[in-house]
């Protein structure tokens, strides 16, 4: 059974609340107890309908405030997978969560209310889809019940998105865009198609869902990130066979980033340029022949090299370069803006060196697409292209090809906050 | 679409790797980690991953237990079969201590449990012994507040949860870096639903207490649930024990858990029973009928 992660994001009142809790509700996901405890909740707000946004805002803040706050998960399952939803808020340091929720989704949803039509955030939610190179984005069309289910309406908003979407210039993005119209407080084209749309021929959010790919990247250059190594040290006392057995044993645990790595397969490791072969692939305890994108396994290699925590594995034939000067489109994260020459750690995967920001080269409008070139500094939920310097040289893709192996985050060495999420260039 | 058919359906095994992979993160980024034991499904399950992730090394951390003194005695007894056969460390601290030395105060009255002084013993505990890593079971399915947390999540000294000062967790990074006394708690199987514990449970056959299956026990009435008789619990004269055919969803200590009726002996059957049941897995927790937001109150004051 596979999982489809999706992010969902929406301005305030949009509706998005209930239009996850509609989901859950309509995949019969929400047990009595919980449809009895928001009944209860709902009569103590004074509405008069079973409020489904309750189902997701968690917080005793976000319930008072009735707003959302931080990235929540959801989960439900239809027959045909599993699904797991980062809710994201829409006002409150809205792109640091955004970016955060929609970091490792195959799929985007975003909520545009029918009445107002385009707004400011939903520039943002596109920019950052097209950003995370998210590969389906479906634009949900909200509240269709308040404009009268109007074809008209639904069209006109759709002409605009594409007009947005088509500033937002990413031509070598393949994102499939899909608009479909909905009521959420009415269930309209959620689960079931409704005959308030008779107009709309199109599939219903959760077919889209359902036929969604889950964009494992099984296909693209091999790289494997060592976690740890494995060597294990067992008394002899206890069992001395068993000891005796394991006392040559040396593997190195990792989950595989991307591409797929099977026995007796070259590899090259990095930074040190070491070549073997796979000898064993181990996953929990058990030996495999072959791993693919996001398999935890443990590899065994026939010759006896330096590898420690951080190695890269990685197919001779198609090896990253090592980068000591990385340009990157970077997402600032925290309220301290980032600090040009201060010294942040560089976390790529599970690898940490020492680097510096040299250089803020513009910090984009996403409204506009303007750059501003003179600006000395990135600032919490900005967006910038910088070049930065490592102490250790890093071996990354381009996000564009492989987003895996191609994003790194920034942590402040003073407050261990982690500060800025980068995007090789 | 009912949710029995979802039953048919096999584990997704993108769970167990991301698990191994968290785990695994523990194991690198911190110096004295340890799983927290309670004898329940969901930190056996994390146990099992534990094992598997370091496999043929030895689990290269220590189990903690922190024994309310209300155990059920199953539970007790798996646990130490358990350390037993797979040759783990075991330490166990008791919230009786806690109350001994006076740092924590028997709750009174009807609804008396310790389940809320466990906190302390916990506290002390991860001073005690320099924890900085403890690994959980919790999930984010199982309650709204749980929904919000991390997979890294950083506690200050007091064990407090900030809410609304996390940190980012982006793609599969994980930033395990604090401050001297502060600590991480580790939640390796927080996108797990109770269906997906249970489901990997068959998967792997793993063994677990007697009390998760059905079985004869002395229950009585409270507040719409089936609470198990036993010593810990103040009954008022018309609370009548009675023999029952029952199961327990969710194992706490004998304070805070509830039974369900339940015939389900098989895991077959358990997974046939979640996947038609209309009450969620917490409804059966006494310690969450407290308030609405009982779940979250207890997190910031160091709950996990």
Redesign the interface.
Known sequence: ???LHIATAGSVDDGKSTLIGRLLYE???V????LE?IHQ?SKRRGVDFLDLSL???????E?EQGIT???????F???KR?Y?IADTPGHFEYT??M??GA??VSVSIILIDARNGIVEQTARHYYISALLRIPKVIVCINKMDLVNNSQARFNSIVADFKRLSENIHNADIAQQLHFIPASSLHGHNLTQPAPEFGWYQGPTLLELLETADTNRPRELAPRFQV??V?????SAT?DAQRATE?HD?RGY???VSSGTFTVGDEIEVLPNSRRSVISHI?K??QPVQTASA???V?LRLADDIDIS?GCLIVSPSTAPAAQKTIHARMCW?DHTALSPGKTY?L?H??HTTQSKVTQIHGVLDVLTQNVNRNLPTLKLNEIGDVTLRVAQPIFADRYADN??NG???L?DEWT???VG?GFVA | MSQSAFAQFGFPSELEDEAIYILRETAAQFERPAILFSGGKDSIVVTHLAVKAFAPSKLPFPLLHIDTGHNFPETLHYRDELVKRLGLDLIVRYVQDSIDQGRAREESGKYASRNVLQTTTLLDAIEELKFDACIGGARRDEEKARAKERLFSVRNEFGQWNAQRQRPELFHMLNGRIATGENVRVFPISNWTELDVWRYIQQENLPLPSIYFSHQRHVFNRDGLVWADSPYINKSPDEQPYAATIRFRTVGDMTCTAAVNSTASTLDHIIAEISAAEVSERGARIDDKRSEAAMEKRKKDGYF
Do not use: C, W
């Not at chain 1, 706050?69 to 989960?75: G, L, Q, T």
């Open positions: 059974m596979d999982i995949t019969q996901s047990t009595k107890d919980r405890a909740a189902l997701t805002d968690g917080l005793i803040a319930r706050i931080d990235v929540a998960h959801v989960y399952n239809t027959n599993k797991i640091r969560n970016v955060t970091s490792r976690q740890m494995i060597r294990p040290r067992l206890h394991l044993y645990a990792g989950r181990d929990h305890g996001g398999e935890s443990t925590r994260l750690i976390q995967g599970v987003t895996a994003s790194f985050i942590i261990n906050n982690t999420v």
